[in-house]
């Protein structure tokens, strides 16, 4: 990748911009974890560590951003995350709550997380806009890059649930 910016300032960036969203949106406790990479491989969605959480499925969202650097935002959540965090967020009651309500909580923190992202990336000189947010739901999903591009995950603890922050950004 032929960015005049350092990855680890990238990086950086990217896990300041999920810890700023959580915690203004919905007061939550977040950590960050660590970080590993993915670049020319298939990275398969982040296995659900029943220890920590025993949802049965994910929920996975994202949102892209193109101009000067490209590249894609990836939230990956077990579905007790989501529920609890839309539960904060909306401050619905459990039966309130549905797939449906808990797919937007999830678009939309994604939309905030990739814009405050991408609004640290333009104030170095890398303006670019974002796509509208996919969310899907399911119990394992793969991302190819097929080496085109560069792939990171970011490892997060928020309220207690291990949550995941993919960023894809392709080559220059």
């Known amino acids: 990748m032929s960015l005049s910016v350092?990855?680890?300032?990238i990086h950086s960036y990217l896990s300041s911009a999920l810890i700023k969203v959580l915690e203004t949106m919905a007061q939550a406790d977040?950590?960050?974890i660590g970080q590993e990479s993915y670049a020319g491989k298939q990275a398969l969605s982040p296995?659900?560590?029943n220890a920590k959480d025993t949802s049965t499925r994910l929920f996975a969202s994202s949102v892209g951003f193109a101009g000067e650097i490209n590249g894609v935002c990836y939230l990956f959540m077990g579905d007790q995350f989501a529920y609890h965090i839309s539960k904060k967020i909306t401050s619905l009651d459990d039966e309130d709550l549905d797939?449906?309500?808990v797919r937007d909580v999830c678009g939309e923190l994604t939309n905030m997380f990739a814009g405050?992202?991408?609004n640290?990336?333009?104030?170095?000189g890398l303006p670019s806009t974002l796509t509208v947010p996919t969310v899907v739901q399911g119990k394992r999903m793969?991302?190819?890059t097929a080496g085109t591009a560069d792939q990171f995950r970011f490892s997060f603890e928020v309220d207690g649930f291990?949550?995941?922050?993919?960023l894809l950004l392709s080559d220059l």
């Open 6 to 9: 350092p990855l680890e300032k």
């Open 30 to 32: 977040c950590a960050f």
């Open 47 to 49: 296995e659900i560590n």
């Open 99 to 101: 797939d449906e309500t």
């Open 116 to 118: 405050t992202f991408k």
């Open 120 to 124: 640290s990336l333009a104030d170095l």
């Open 142 to 144: 793969a991302i190819s």
């Open 162 to 166: 291990p949550i995941f922050a993919d």
